[in-house]
């Protein structure tokens, strides 16, 4: 007998609505998996009378899943601020060619997971630098579940990088061919690095390989008229990526502000993803994504904490932004939703639907121990408390990060 018994309050995602609390919980795992999940006293009914239980202190909810980040950017995340293009070039674009440093690469890598296990996050998407040994590296020092990409730049970066940048077709598919495709994505940066040419090379390689496909889209309005001088022939910046094949159900979309119906009515036909990165979106200056819009056109969309753009990793952080910037423009926006979207919608997100994302049995038993309920309070008054607070507290205030069972934070 292999399985092992959490006891503890339980709060698991069901939706944008809904989530389910068990005030008296229990979650059975066996060889990393989850195999039941409910109440304790049921779920004690279903196993043997000798299964080790351990209580646990807390709040058992699922592990987190931030799906767009750039993991080379940690190291100065929320340091610097400013408008998107010139924070590019004279911060975070300097602080990616040190990348090609595997020592300093190495050693980020492992601050980067010890970093964000201890917050919670258990999956997600990330942007690596250009450099081929900086994205193995990354990868062969995973914790948790990651898709990462080396980013692709030909042009209008300095050489540092574009040097770097495996955009040429043939060098691409050569390091692609190394890969494990379950934890990669290919990784355009965004339009004004690549030429249409180089674009459309990427999606003809995007649509034979199976791989998820990840890139900014319409973050600032100088970032939009840049892209309207580049591709002077394309009716919006989404279909600038359209027309070269890059938009498909497995396409992660970062930002999405500065948008016109009919690209909103685009992403709802090629069934494209959008993360969402209120934090990032606050901290550079830009506006809010419209959520109304969104909601509208029926996107589909998770949570992410788009550092270094984002001045945490923390996805509580995240949560609690997310639900104060959509409320202080007068949307309404639930605790539910916040969980919801930054737990079980990322898993969708990264097609990992079935393997993760909440605490129901057969997913991966991937979870994270939050502070005690009170027991006067409602469930979404006490979620909000754990939310509440600056990011630097945010980041210490999960109590523990469990992945496949085992305690790993
Ligand atoms: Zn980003």
Redesign the pocket.
Known sequence: MMEKIFRAPILNPIDANTWRFYQDGALGIDRGIIVRMGDFATVLNQVDADVEVDELDGVIVPGFVDV???WVQHRVKGRFSGELLTWLQGHIWPEEARYVDTDLAQSAATRFYSDVLRAGTVMGMS?SSPHADATQIALALMRGDWVIGNVLMAIHAPSTLTDYSLHDPDALHAFMRQMNMTNYALTPRFAPNLSAASLKALGQIAAEAPCLIQT?LAESNAELQWVKELFPDAAHYTEVYDRAGLLTPRTIL??CIEMRDEEWRCLRARGSWVAH?PT?NEALGNRRMPLEQVRAYNIPFALAS?IG?GPSHSMLHVMQRFLGVHREAGVSVAPQEALYRSTKAGAECMGRGSIGGDLTAGKRADFVLLPQKPAADSVEAWFEECLSGKSADLEQRTLGTWLKGERAA
């Open positions: 767009h980040l750039h942007y900014h970062g930002h990165c990032s788009d753009g």
